[in-house]
């Protein structure tokens, strides 16, 4: 069935970790969402996720939402290549891993700046955006 990664549609990391994801996700499994689009707030309506505490990334999967690292981790899983093995990341306490998430979450417009609106997908990739 795949999973579901709501992402910030302004956040250029963002926009790259997408990038990203499809291209070490030959099978397809991931659908994208902005946050900020109609489906992407009904789902984290949906699934309860609070948009002042979750910003970045929401993986759903199996009806179940994840945040913050654990999202993360879980998107990595499912990678193609080497890029599953950062799952072996969830050795760390997780709140030592969202703590160092949320962190970098909190500068990633500084570090890495931001559009004024959300990705618009390339007609090659468009199948795979909700």
Known sequence: MGAIVLFDGVCNFCNGSVNFIIEHDKAGYFKFAPLQSEIGEKLAEKYGID?????SVVMIE???AFTHSEAAMRIARRLDGIWS??????IIPRPVRDWAYKLFAKYRYKLFGRRDQCMIPTPDVRARFL
């Open 51 to 55: 948009r002042a505490e979750t910003d």
């Open 62 to 64: 199996d009806e179940r």
């Open 85 to 90: 093995l950062a799952y072996a990341l969830r």
